[in-house]
């Protein structure tokens, strides 16, 4: 048998190109991969950031464990002055290998309060949050209601005489159930709540409510709050539950930036009741950035294994061949590698959007608002739903040790299967960007410039232009055929729409009878979407030759091999004829046996660390069979040859007479 860490020295011998000079690319400059790695300096060293017997622990000690490292990673924070919210994601990204239970502390709870908070709530409330002096959450979602916001049933009742806002959980299924972080570990928490003056109920605001005593951590009085229990995944998050009876906090507590109560009781509303759901916002754009990290990392995972792993003597007497050689595992791996490189590119621009359109909301153009809901919430649903199944797709090409925990794809694929859940289900967020993408059809004085193309109306008998599969190497085809089938569903649904509504349904019941066609064209939308961007920001790089070339190629993989799995789609109108599938097929072969030589590279450019990783199968030497064994050897049952249950139960019966 070749030795693995033979096979991985050959593949990186045979890379064509710098794989540094990409990391600086991906990383987006030399300054931020050195910046990266001071990060990881002050992680790396550290002995209690070692997550080697972690997936050992059960529930209650994962949770415990990444309490313990939160606090040393807050403390490294303050020793090194770093309060840079992009290093904080730089870490968690690449360095930290774990959902840490103040996850909503920094991705909810502190955005709520600086979005939503007046200047003086922002001062006295951030400086305590900066400094963790309290811990807080983002309690929304109810046991009765997680997508439609306006049921929720928590009220915030104000009280003029005392000036007090009274929040109440009048029903079970009021009681907030999900929030992260809620169960055991925050001590305050933004509360969404319906707001009541004089009786009259002015929709949902936001509150600041204590939920745990600053010196013993015990609830607050009028507070039950608890963990909801083991659910899939996200074992270190104390995901809880919280009802409230009838707790008094004082009117300053409400987030008053956008909507105001007076002392006496006078209610000014916000310029737009959807300013109140702007941290979900933020964090669908963050869900993006997320879904490529953790799909490059199963790809480096599953790559780096497929090279060490041999399989099936082909020949006899010869050696057997490394899987990656077998075209179905390229075919399983590769469009993953694709897929992550693009939703690289995609979070980049989905970043850059999110903070050019949040800047001119706050400057009070609030028409940005709708451009960047329709935006973020497809690409939400598209980045969770493709890196999901992508993650899943990685583990099975590892075989049998992709099963292992030891694998580290077993704990990736459950704790980013609730992405395509939380932040916005992913239906409703499809439907959300298909009202956006239908409204622009129907308003071209609305459309936003990156949308411009939904203006051109699809020509009848229009064709592919490729007349050879060497012309599906050109973007502007292959982005051609992904914007003439987001024309053609859009055009198409709003016509759905129009038929539902001629037969006399009323709108609501028309909108919910062309859900499919709206879910359709939302998903053809996102897949040009993040085809053109790869392609244009690709086109842009200052980079040598070779790395230019692989970036094309794994557009292109992306591409057809959205075209192949959607072909009904493209064959539908004849726009791609059977000849022209027949090429893309053959192309996608031709592609995969360009990238082969580069495959080692261009995962070992994302540069995670092995912790990171914590993958017995993905480490960068990889020492697979080593590192299985020696995992194994570790597991708890083995710590004594003889285990307990035989004294307890099997000696019993194997020494009992027949
Ligand atoms: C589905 C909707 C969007 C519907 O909202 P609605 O108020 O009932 O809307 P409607 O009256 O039907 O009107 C729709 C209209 O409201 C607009 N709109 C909706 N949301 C936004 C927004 N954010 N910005 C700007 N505009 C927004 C839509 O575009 C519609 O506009 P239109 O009527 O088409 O002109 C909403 O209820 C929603 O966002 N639901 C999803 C709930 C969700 O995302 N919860 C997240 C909880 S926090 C969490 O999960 C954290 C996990 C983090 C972790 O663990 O890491
Ligand atoms: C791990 C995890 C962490 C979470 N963290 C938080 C948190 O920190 N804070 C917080 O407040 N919440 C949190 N949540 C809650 C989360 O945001 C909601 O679960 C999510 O928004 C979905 O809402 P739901 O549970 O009500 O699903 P439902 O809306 O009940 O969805 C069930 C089904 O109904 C369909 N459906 C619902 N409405 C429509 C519609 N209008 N049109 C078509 N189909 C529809 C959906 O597509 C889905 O198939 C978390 C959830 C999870 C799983």
Redesign the pocket.
Known sequence: MASPSSDLDRERRKCTFNVAELTDIINGGREKTERRQYLESLVLNEPIFNYDDYYFLSREEKYSDAVKKTVRLVQVLKQHNIEDPEDYQTLLKYVLNL?LPI??HN??FRPTIRDQGTDEQRKKWLPLANDYKIIGT?A??ELGH?????GLETTSTYDPKREEFVLNTPTLTATKW???CLGKTSTHAVVMAQLYIKNQCYGIHSFIIQLRSLKDHSPMPGVTVGDIGNKVG?ET?D?GFLAMDNVRIPRENMLMRHAQVYPDGTYRKPA???LV??T??L??ATVVSESATNLSKAATIAIRYSCVRRQTEAKPGELEPQIIDYVTQQHKLVPQLATAYAFAWIARYMMSTYHALHADIESGHLGA??E???IS?GLKAFTAEMSVSGIEVCRRACGGHGFSAASGLVSMYKDRL?SCT????NT??Y??TA??LL?CFRQPSITPSSMSYIQVKPLPGARWGVKSPEDLMKPILLVEAFEHRAQRTIKSAAQFLESQISQGLDTSEAMNRSGIEFVRCAKAHCYYFVTRNFFQSTALLKCSKEIKESLLTLGVVFALNGIADNSGEFLEDCFITGTQMEFVRERILYCYKQLRPNLVGLVDAFAFADQSLNSALGAYDGDVYNRLYNWAKRAPLNKTDVHSSYHKYLKPILKSKI
């Open positions: 959902n996850a909503l991705s909810m983002y929304q979602t997680g997508t439609f916001i306006r999900w929030p992260g996200l998050n995901n737009n009741s959807k759901y702007g979900m916002v964090l669908r608002l709708q960047l809901h329709g919430s609730p939380y932040e916005g289900e409703v967020l439907l959300q009202r956006f409204k």
